[in-house]
């Protein structure tokens, strides 16, 4: 059985660079695509960024690009999210999710809104 396990959230100052993780067990195919998914209280929830763990390609969302980076290990079972210089409006619930049946060619945040697997969330609160 598939499981993802998040860590690495709490409270952080803005400007600070907290760096959540999401460790997958229970794969049997190296290749999938994962990434994370926030959610603030009262908004909806949002695709930050994806990464396709067999050739590693990545996206990342308008919103955060250039201050936030995903990567992964190289056994691809676990994947980061690097958050530089955070702001409060980053502060929400943040989810890994994980979907097998995606390739390189639909390995998308919109896809993987309907991922099968998700980790428990890792609050981050970020204060001004």
């Known amino acids: 059985q598939v499981q993802l396990v998040e860590s690495g959230g709490g409270s952080v100052q803005a400007g600070g660079s907290p760096r959540l993780s999401c460790a997958a067990s229970?794969?049997?195919?190296?290749?999938?695509?994962m990434g994370w998914f926030r959610q603030a209280p009262g908004k909806e929830r949002e695709g930050v960024a994806r990464?396709?763990?067999?050739?590693?390609?990545?996206y990342v969302a308008d919103s955060v690009k250039g201050r936030f980076t995903i990567s992964q290990d190289n056994a691809g079972s676990t994947v980061y999210l690097l958050m530089n210089s955070v702001k409060p409006e980053d502060t929400a619930m943040y989810y890994c999710?994980?979907?097998?049946?995606?390739?390189?060619?639909?390995?998308?945040?919109?896809?993987?809104?309907?991922?099968?697997?998700w980790g428990q969330g890792a609050q981050v609160t970020v204060s001004s």
């Open positions: 999710a994980a979907d097998t049946r995606l390739t390189s060619y639909n390995c998308d945040l919109g896809h993987l809104q309907a991922a099968p697997y």
């Open positions: 229970g794969y049997t195919d190296r290749t999938n695509c």
């Open positions: 990464i396709y763990t067999g050739g590693g390609r990545t």
